[in-house]
């Protein structure tokens, strides 16, 4: 860190930095501890800055402070000061503070979050006219509005999605989308919050390329992530953010092997999977499969490929007890839809599932539930109630009577989340919420564990977390299955890798 | 779904409105009947004729039934009765004005729906918003429209994520009812909690800001439309004159 006087670490980073924050603390509303303190962090123009952190260790409220989401006196108390463009806004906690105007502040800095559609005014029913969402807003003039998003969608790549419905787009469309409607207002500095989460490798070149074009052109970029992946290596600059405050700064080159990256739970992805510590023993050629299918078929009504052929089609696979079996294939190739049938939330068209021998046909889901859980994609679509205890706890009672409480505790306890009980589920960071909804499937004990891109959004300590509780599943007997788009993933931790392709599996 | 013809928004809603208006100040069932057919004959070209049809019958038959308990069997100026039960007598006229009332209500409610289920919500909004309408109230309108599909949408995930975790769904009315009673504590929890965080995202863009607005959205609107809603809107103001000055003696002292 730059441990300097801040006057003259100012006046240095005034004169090159487009951006600059000194945050003494920050703490919200009716919290005690600061979610974030001791921070200096300046942005120069055409500069990728990398913030690198684990899971809940403060990148999206630092991010979203920089850009003026959390406004300082509205969302929490803030000391310290803000910089931009050589204007200084010094805060102290108090009443008669500057106010920040986020209107105005957001022309300058954009602020694109992890979870791309709540950025979207979904009023508005066209790629173009939501691109345009902003400068209507600010009364920019149409023919400068044309102008701006006819420049926008050419440097994000969706000129040819103008016309498209925002609804219809793709998770790669969306981000850039959501991407593009910060850039349409050609900002001086754009911050990321985790730019790649859950994109396959088409849409992460997309967004790689984006971000080499917004710093070729000048734009001060800020990388929220996890993850010192090649993009946050391609960075000119690292800051290493754990428990709110920034512990180290400099250069990635001197930081990759620090043991300040090393305690965040950063993942370091040439590292992270070397080693299939989850594996284990091959399963028993020989044991009765936990999980059949046979000739499967489905397809989405109205849908279907240019050829007019189904998602899924005379899809086979046969799964033994202590299996992992690991599924890949790009976005839209029908993992989560081939997920889905093996407890029956959708009915194949042809063919038939079988678990432990029956037909699941005609069984209802609820039932089918008792033996199979499903991991879903995005953890929120699988949390529903008021606390995480009360979420691990939900439809136990019936499965395991007496034992329930015991094994609501116990699944939380395995994804480390026996701390933060009464919480809300929707107050815990992304990375934690997808380890909830994993508590809710191991809770159960089920004999088929169906996980549905379960390393999106975890740091390393949630990765460890899921190696393990996968490893266990497997050592009791359970058949795992598992969909995911990251291949090395796939390869250390799978028995077998299948590719859905053409809607069949493939050896990979 | 859209108009078969490209009507301005604002000249289909003035058309809509007149006609409704026009429609009551006539009181005469046999107008009231051919406009409630016409509007119905429009849907249907439109495509949008099974809409319309339910979102009316919705409307239209609780309503029916009252004026015909209502005017049917009481109506203090019946005099000519056709049947009575105790203080409940069925009269000609009672019978003739829950009519009247009826079709006019019919032909009212059947153009009104036309309109919204054929208008493009996105021309509506960036008309009013050009013609100085805050853009508050466009946002509350296009946030209406778009609501019902984003809540059946949550609903269906909140739905998939509990029968998963083992909640059984049965066919019978009784168990789907507990199970809505179950899914609407998270889905009104869920709305609320996007909202929060949709509100930041919309600061951001500018939303809040004061000051004029402009709309990338263009809506062509040629002199002739213009000089239609003109027509319109004076001929109704014209029918609405007569009818008060016609009904003005009636009503006064004698």
Redesign the interface.
């Known amino acids: 860190m730059t441990a300097t006087d801040p006057t003259t670490a100012a006046a240095a980073t005034a004169s090159t930095a487009v951006l600059a924050a000194r945050i003494g603390s920050f703490s919200f509303h009716g919290e005690r501890t600061p979610a974030l303190r001791d921070i200096d962090l300046s942005v120069r123009p055409g500069v990728l800055t990398a913030v690198l952190g684990g899971s809940g260790s403060g990148k999206t409220t630092l991010g979203k402070l920089l850009a003026g989401w959390h406004r300082p006196g509205q969302s929490g108390t803030f000391t310290g000061s803000l910089t931009l463009a050589g204007q200084p806004l010094e805060f102290r906690g108090l009443e008669d503070d500057p106010r920040i105007n986020p209107s105005a502040w957001s022309t300058r800095v954009g602020y694109v979050p992890q979870d791309a559609a709540a950025m979207l005014s979904t009023v508005r029913s066209t790629v173009a006219e939501e691109l345009a969402f902003g400068l209507e807003n600010r009364g920019t003039p149409r023919r400068d509005m044309l102008r701006a998003v006819a420049r926008a969608a050419e440097q994000t790549g969706l000129t040819a999605l103008l016309d498209r419905d925002p609804a219809t787009l793709s998770g790669g469309e969306l981000r850039r989308l959501a991407m593009a409607c910060a850039v349409v207002q050609d900002p001086w500095v754009l911050v990321l919050d985790e730019p790649l989460a859950s994109l396959d490798a088409a849409g992460i070149i997309q967004v790689r390329d984006l971000i080499n074009r917004l710093t070729g052109a000048g734009t001060g970029v800020v990388l929220l992530s996890q993850s010192a992946d090649g993009l946050a290596r391609s960075a000119g600059h690292w800051i290493i953010l754990d428990g709110g405050t920034a512990t180290a700064s400099g250069i990635p080159r001197e930081l990759i092997r620090s043991a300040e990256l090393a305690r965040t739970g950063t993942l370091l992805p040439a590292v992270t999977h070397a080693v299939p510590a989850v594996r284990g023993r091959a399963p028993e050629p020989e044991a009765a499969p936990v999980l059949e299918l046979f000739g499967l078929g489905f397809g989405y009504p109205g849908t279907g490929d240019a050829d007019g052929e189904p998602l899924l089609r005379d899809l086979e696979l046969t799964v033994r007890p202590g299996e992992i079996v690991a599924i890949t294939g790009p976005n839209g190739a029908g993992k989560s839809t081939l997920l889905r049938h093996l407890n029956g939330l959708l009915r194949p068209h042809t063919g038939e599932v079988r678990i432990q021998g029956r037909s699941i046909a005609g069984i209802p889901t609820g039932r089918i539930a008792a033996s199979v859980g499903l991991l879903f994609q995005h953890p929120r679509d699988q949390l529903f109630e008021r606390t995480v205890l009360r979420e691990a706890s939900f439809g136990l009672r019936r499965l395991h009577g007496r034992d329930a409480a015991a094994r609501a505790d116990e699944a939380l306890e395995a994804v480390g989340l026996a701390g933060a009980a009464r919480t809300h589920p929707a107050e815990l960071p992304a990375s934690q919420q997808r380890l909830l909804a994993l508590a809710t499937v191991l809770a159960r004990g089920p004999a088929v564990l169906a996980l549905d891109e379960p390393t999106v959004g975890l740091d390393r300590h949630g990765l460890d977390r899921l190696d393990r509780a996968v490893a266990a599943a497997a050592a009791r007997g359970a058949a795992v299955v598992l969909v995911t788009h990251d291949a090395a993933y796939a390869r250390a931790t799978a028995h077998r890798v299948l590719a859905l392709d053409g809607g069949s599996l493939r050896e990979g | 779904m859209r108009m078969p013809y490209t009507l301005h928004p604002l000249t289909s809603l003035t058309a809509a409105g007149c006609t409704a208006v026009l429609t009551t100040a006539a009181g005469a069932w046999p107008l009231s009947l051919a406009v409630a057919l016409a509007a119905v004959l429009l849907a249907v070209r439109a495509g949008a004729g099974q809409q319309v049809l339910v979102a009316a019958s919705a409307v239209l038959l609780p309503l029916g039934l009252s004026l015909l308990m209502l005017h049917g069997l009481f109506f203090p100026e019946g005099r000519t009765v056709l049947a009575a039960w105790g203080p409940a007598r069925v009269t000609a006229e009672g019978l003739a004005f829950a009519w009247e009332s009826a079709t006019r209500t019919g032909a009212c409610v059947l153009v009104l729906l036309l309109f919204a289920f054929t208008v493009s919500?996105?021309d509506l909004?960036a008309a009013l918003a050009g013609r100085g309408l805050p853009?508050q109230f466009?946002?509350v309108l296009?946030?209406a429209l778009?609501l019902l599909p984003?809540m059946a949408g949550r609903l269906e995930?909140?739905r998939?994520?509990?029968?998963?975790?083992?909640?059984?769904?049965?066919g019978g009315v009784l168990s789907r009812l507990a199970a809505v009673r179950l899914?609407m504590?998270?889905l009104v929890?869920?709305l609320i909690?996007d909202s929060g965080?949709?509100a930041?995202?919309?600061?951001?863009?500018?939303?809040?800001?004061p000051?004029?607005?402009?709309?990338?959205?263009?809506v062509a609107d040629p002199p002739a439309q213009r000089r239609l809603r003109t027509t319109l809107l004076l001929i109704t103001a014209a029918a609405v004159a007569l009818r008060l000055v016609a009904s003005w003696p009636a009503a006064g002292p004698a």
């Open positions: 919500t996105p909004v853009p466009g946002f296009a946030s778009t984003a995930r909140i998939a994520a509990q029968e998963a975790r083992g909640l059984v769904l049965r899914q504590v998270p929890l869920g909690e965080s949709r930041e995202a919309l600061d951001a863009r500018g939303f809040g800001a000051g004029p607005r402009t709309s990338y959205r263009q």
